[in-house]
């Protein structure tokens, strides 16, 4: 068999795409050896920018009526290059009244999330939820504005020029409504205040323009910013969330320092200070019944841990043994991303099930030990992929979720010490039934409108995860562990793209991954590779899917020896590190691959390390009988 030169007519082409004899020598052919391996350590682009807010918020709650009155501050500052005519705000508690788009839209998804179902349309005055905005101000001047649905829409009386800061000033009354999806009142578990997306949040501008989505109980995107907030509440109710309380001795609650006297005034509410810096987000819980405990790691971050007193012993004891294995899941994430830059992270009861905040998470707390453990690593780690590089996972929710899920499962596996060789085996598995299903959306659907919830959650999650299993296998594990150290030394406390974490991995390995960014997230293309014949040393392999891939193959030979060959795809301009005898490339266009060996060849195994997603399994390997 001759091997292919481009440029011969098609009536030349044999039946192999390419074919290349090899020895155990692990020698590359010359036009890999003349590869440069570049690797760009320059910094995020000089003509990157993004927004900035700075909120002063001062909040009056009644615990009785679950309504609240707030005065805001926001000063806004316009780093773009473009004048802004309009600003907007999301006011997600409006998203909780019948005939809103998330009632409908949960009303006549295919699988509504049972959280919700319709139980928003049945929410009486006294149940919903709303913000409503009395009065605006730009700069002391009253503006105009209008409600519609949950986002506010401001017509300025005068433009934000590039560079400038704008103060608005606002007034507005809220209900919290009933606990139905992540906020609300009173949740399964009794929990009082579960209050995240809560106030008017200043809605992202950025080089792709606004983000206004409607709020359908899907992701978020914000601004980064400085939050000051004041909360005058009951003096019972203990809080916890994002930020640091800056009136420990005059709030109590497990706050103060415990050397020093307290100074809590005797009035019907305690006044609670907090600020939280460099954060796009601000959340909080509060409960008269929760047991605060603090638990202090070697490095002085602040762990609190905060949920009901009576929760029955074997749910409590979960909550203690917790407290340990939260600073571990803090350590490994610090290690293997980057350092946890705050001082203090909350894990709170509340919620309806989990979620990430800023500093904090809201978790139900009756479950069973690997859950809690299981559900405290997926949202702590969230505090890296979304919380310090914050993509906009209403676009792109795969690069928080399914990046979360890696990074968890991972800790998860070394912490428990399950030590599974492949510990995202699962998502391996959630992948391949929607696949087989036809039930597969292209990651570059929008949060909101993926067809099924099923869809949404196995792109989010699994598929997503699966990104950086297979960035594992392109470009090598270790690699990928320096791509995710200098993707958060890169990017965080900024907005990347999904370019961003392309680019990154691009620059520390040397190696091409624009078609893989495509295949893998802007397509429904599958990959499925076989083993299509072999004749003594010879092999030919055939690709199938539609998505290419580089190819790792593993022959047993008939004298018993065993031999690893790697099969770059040619796109990627290079090769992983490996201790694997490199062949000559495949290419995308070859239907077919043909390589001959040394010795005579009694099995052949496609994908040994089974971190490639091929959809079928079954031609992947042969056997001589």
């Known amino acids: 068999m001759k091997k292919i030169v481009l440029g011969l007519s098609l009536l030349s082409i044999v039946s192999c795409a390419s074919t290349s004899t090899v020895n155990n020598n692990n020698v590359k052919n010359p036009i890999q050896k003349s590869r440069i391996q570049n690797i760009n350590n320059t910094p995020v682009s000089q003509n990157y920018w993004q927004q900035h807010v700075n909120y002063n918020m001062d909040i009056d709650m009644d615990v009785k009526t679950y ?120 949740n399964k578990e009794g929990v009082a205040l579960s209050m995240a997306q809560w106030y008017p949040k200043m809605a992202e501008y950025d080089f792709e323009g606004w983000h206004t989505p409607p709020y359908l109980g899907r992701e978020f995107h914000g601004v980064w910013g400085d939050f000051n907030v004041t909360l005058h509440i009951d003096k019972n109710y203990t809080v916890g969330g994002t930020g640091y309380v800056e009136n420990p001795q005059e709030v109590g609650h497990g706050y103060e320092n415990k050397k020093e006297a307290l100074n809590i005034p005797s009035t019907e509410k305690l006044t609670w200070k907090f600020t939280a810096p460099n954060v796009h987000d601000f959340t909080w819980a509060a409960d008269p019944n929760y047991k605060h405990d603090v638990y202090t790691m070697d490095n002085g971050i602040d762990l609190h841990f905060l949920y ?124 391949n039934y929607v696949v087989e299903n036809n039930l597969e959306e292209s990651l570059s659907t929008h949060a909101d409108r993926y067809h099924t919830n099923m869809a949404y959650g196995m792109g989010s999650y699994s598929k997503g995860n699966i990104f950086l299993t297979h960035l594992e296998y392109i470009i090598g594990e270790e690699n990928t562990a320096k791509t995710l150290k200098k993707y958060f030394n890169d990017f965080s406390f900024k907005h990347p793209t999904p370019n961003d974490i392309k680019r990154t991995a691009e620059k520390v390995s040397g190696i091409q991954l624009d078609w893989f960014l495509n295949e893998w997230t802007q397509t429904t293309h599958t990959i499925d590779y076989g083993v299509k ?12 899917g539609k998505m290419p891939m580089p190819i790792d193959v593993e022959v047993v030979y008939t004298d018993g020896s065993k031999e690893s060959f790697n099969i770059p795809l040619r796109m990627m301009r290079g090769e992983k590190p490996t201790k694997a005898t490199i062949i000559e490339d495949w290419t995308f266009a070859h239907p077919t691959y043909c390589f001959t060996t040394s010795k005579i060849v009694k099995s052949v ?8 997603a091929d959809v079928n399994l079954n031609n992947d390997s042969f056997t001589k009988n």
């Open 605 to 612: 195994q496609i994908n040994p390390s089974k971190l490639m």
């Open 533 to 544: 014949s072999v004749n003594g040393k010879e092999i030919t392999l055939e690709r199938i």
């Open 308 to 431: 009901k007193k009576d929760l029955p012993s074997e749910f409590r004891k979960n909550w203690e043994k917790l407290q340990p294995k939260t600073a571990e899941l803090m350590t490994y994430f610090s290690k293997h991303i980057g350092q946890y830059p705050y001082k203090q992270y909350s894990v709170i009861q509340g919620g309806d099930g989990g979620m990430e905040y800023a500093m904090s998470t809201l978790i139900t707390a009756k479950r069973k030990w690997g859950s809690l453990f299981g559900v405290t690593a997926h949202e702590l780690a969230h505090t890296w992929f979304q919380f310090l590089l914050a993509s906009n996972e209403t676009k792109h929710s795969w690069m928080d979720e399914g990046f979360t899920t890696y990074i968890s499962n991972k800790a998860e596996n070394v912490i428990s010490g399950k030590n599974d060789e492949n510990p995202h085996a699962g998502s391996y598995r959630y992948y």
């Open 67 to 186: 309504q609240y009155k707030g005065i805001q501050k926001l000063v806004y500052t316009n780093n773009s290059p473009d004048k802004l005519e309009k600003v907007f705000y999301h006011l997600y508690f409006n998203a909780f009244q019948p005939n809103s788009q998330m009632d409908v839209r949960s009303r006549n998804i295919k699988d509504p999330d049972k959280r919700v179902g319709d139980r928003i349309s049945k929410l009486s005055s006294s149940e919903i939820g709303y913000i409503k905005v009395n009065s605006l101000k730009q700069n002391g001047t009253i503006v105009k504005h209008q409600t519609v649905g949950t986002i506010l829409e401001v017509t300025l009386n005068k433009a934000i020029q590039p560079g400038e800061s704008v103060t608005f000033d606002m007034l507005f009354d809220a209900q919290v409504p009933k606990q139905i999806r992540r906020s609300g009142r009173n």
